[in-house]
């Protein structure tokens, strides 16, 4: 036997073992690359859902709540009234989202109708506790201060 015989016949036992490893690591490599992508993909949905809802609350936060605000006498909101605010913003995020959106955030969270509604207002009333939180950090700063006018000219003029 000969260099070539022996090679020859270490390769046909060795194959077999060689193409399984590689067989395995392909199939690792897509199931990485898979879930990676389900994962960017999920990412996308969750960032397109956050951006509709504090669309949806600021936008109703500027025309409905201030107007209701400044109509009752004590500046408070009724219940029913933050009831109809939080079903109008879960209206607006469901119209920002749209029919395809919404299915798809549906299947993607494993969320039937109901299940989903009630989802998307308390992401809504989420919303609303950081605009809040926000709004109550922003009036509590400080104000700064304007720049002290210098008490004395910048070049002394000669006397």
């Known amino acids: 036997m000969d260099f070539t015989d022996v090679a020859f016949t270490a390769l046909?036992?060795?194959?077999?073992?060689?193409?399984?490893?590689?067989?395995?690591?392909?199939?690792?490599?897509?199931?990485?690359?898979?879930?990676?992508?389900d994962n960017e993909y999920l990412r996308g949905v969750l960032v397109r859902l956050d951006d509709a809802v504090v669309t949806a609350v600021k936008d109703l936060q500027q025309t409905v709540v201030a107007e209701i605000k400044a109509a009752t006498a004590d500046g408070k909101i009724s219940e029913t009234e933050k009831q109809r605010i939080k079903d109008a913003a879960v209206a607006n995020v469901k119209s920002y989202l749209g029919t395809k959106g919404i299915r798809v955030l549906a299947e993607v969270l494993g969320l039937?109708?109901?299940?989903?509604?009630?989802?998307?207002?308390?992401k809504?009333?989420?919303?609303?506790?950081?605009?809040?939180?926000?709004?109550?950090?922003?009036?509590?700063?400080?104000?700064?201060?304007?720049?002290?006018?210098?008490?004395?000219?910048?070049?002394?003029?000669?006397?």
Request: net charge positive; hydrophobic share 50%; proline share 8%.
């Open 112 to 122: 039937s109708g109901g299940t989903l509604d009630s989802f998307l207002g308390s």
């Open 124 to 159: 809504v009333e989420a919303a609303v506790h950081d605009l809040r939180l926000t709004e109550r950090a922003v009036s509590a700063a400080p104000a700064p201060k304007p720049a002290a006018e210098a008490s004395r000219p910048l070049a002394s003029t000669p006397a």
């Open 12 to 37: 046909q036992v060795v194959s077999p073992v060689l193409v399984a490893a590689l067989t395995w690591a392909a199939a690792k490599l897509a199931s990485f690359i898979r879930s990676k992508v």
